[in-house]
């Protein structure tokens, strides 16, 4: 069984099991498995697909800001000092902290102002939780990245782990490019372009494909994902 760990803001811990795959996302999971045999055996090898979520809003875009060209373990700790520090999940509360209290969650300067530039979107109306959801998949990622700081992969990881999109293919992550390789013999790691032409017949299932090759990944290195890491 695959764990997530929650702390709260009195210093309690929760953990509980990931949830299961939906049951639309099982049936995508079964017609990729009868596409691609290799997609369809990573489940047998690695395990059961966690179901990963991230809260939708202000929050699971500042996280996929967190994570920016970083291993999931020091995001992780950077999330978990944020999530601890009053205000720091909430737009308005996160332009009122000075940038210090940023700092010492770990944040650099780069990502202080980023953040900073998110959350002022939010609270001015310019991103909107709701209106996001509503939008095609290329419009929310268009509306993302109008925002300094947010590029495509922030803004695909949003849709795919907050909006739990089932065709968004975030081409640029490193880890998926290292998985498809090892999955498929590649003689090196694929650059986007080419990660994302692999992609192609896995539509409109490109999301749960993504899954499936982090999780193969995870299993192949033994490295957690972000949302596995137990608190300090």
Same mark, same amino acid.
């Given at each position: 069984m695959i764990y997530q760990f929650f702390s709260h803001f009195d210093g309690t811990k929760t953990v509980v099991p990931f949830p299961h795959p939906p049951a639309s996302a099982r049936a995508g999971l079964a017609a990729l498995a009868a596409a691609d045999p290799d997609l369809g055996r990573i489940e047998a090898t690695a395990g059961p697909l966690p179901w990963r979520r991230r809260a939708d809003g202000f929050p699971g875009l500042l996280q996929a800001i967190v994570g920016q060209q970083i291993s999931n373990q020091a995001a992780a700790a950077i999330w978990r000092r944020l999530h601890a520090t009053p205000g720091a999940l909430r737009p308005e509360g996160l332009l009122a902290l000075p940038d210090e209290a940023l700092r010492l969650a770990g944040l650099s300067r780069p990502k202080i102002a980023h953040a900073r530039a998110l959350a002022a979107a939010f609270a001015e109306g310019r991103l909107d939780a709701a209106a996001l959801a509503a939008m095609a998949d290329t419009d929310a990622v268009a509306a993302i990245v109008a925002v300094r700081g947010m590029? *495509?992969?922030?803004?695909?990881?949003?849709?795919? &782990?907050?909006?739990? =999109? &089932?065709? *968004? &293919? %975030? +081409? /640029?992550?490193?880890?998926?490019? +290292?998985?498809? !390789?090892?999955?498929?013999? $590649? #003689? /090196? =790691?694929?650059? #986007? !372009?080419? $990660? =994302? +032409?692999?992609?192609?017949? @896995?539509? %409109? @299932? =490109?999301?749960? +494909?993504?899954? $499936?090759? @982090?999780?193969?990944?995870?299993? *192949?290195?033994?490295?957690? !994902?972000?949302?596995?890491? %137990? %608190?300090?």
């Amino acid at each position: 069984m695959i764990y997530q760990f929650f702390s709260h803001f009195d210093g309690t811990k929760t953990v509980v099991p990931f949830p299961h795959p939906p049951a639309s996302a099982r049936a995508g999971l079964a017609a990729l498995a009868a596409a691609d045999p290799d997609l369809g055996r990573i489940e047998a090898t690695a395990g059961p697909l966690p179901w990963r979520r991230r809260a939708d809003g202000f929050p699971g875009l500042l996280q996929a800001i967190v994570g920016q060209q970083i291993s999931n373990q020091a995001a992780a700790a950077i999330w978990r000092r944020l999530h601890a520090t009053p205000g720091a999940l909430r737009p308005e509360g996160l332009l009122a902290l000075p940038d210090e209290a940023l700092r010492l969650a770990g944040l650099s300067r780069p990502k202080i102002a980023h953040a900073r530039a998110l959350a002022a979107a939010f609270a001015e109306g310019r991103l909107d939780a709701a209106a996001l959801a509503a939008m095609a998949d290329t419009d929310a990622v268009a509306a993302i990245v109008a925002v300094r700081g947010m590029g *495509v992969w922030s803004a695909e990881i949003y849709l795919l &782990f907050a909006l739990e =999109r &089932f065709d *968004v &293919f %975030p +081409a /640029g992550d490193l880890a998926l490019a +290292a998985a498809a !390789a090892h999955l498929k013999g $590649l #003689p /090196g =790691r694929p650059g #986007p !372009a080419a $990660l =994302r +032409a692999l992609a192609q017949p @896995w539509q %409109p @299932w =490109r999301a749960l +494909a993504a899954r $499936l090759l @982090w999780h193969h990944w995870r299993q *192949v290195t033994g490295r957690p !994902a972000m949302d596995d890491l %137990p %608190p300090a």
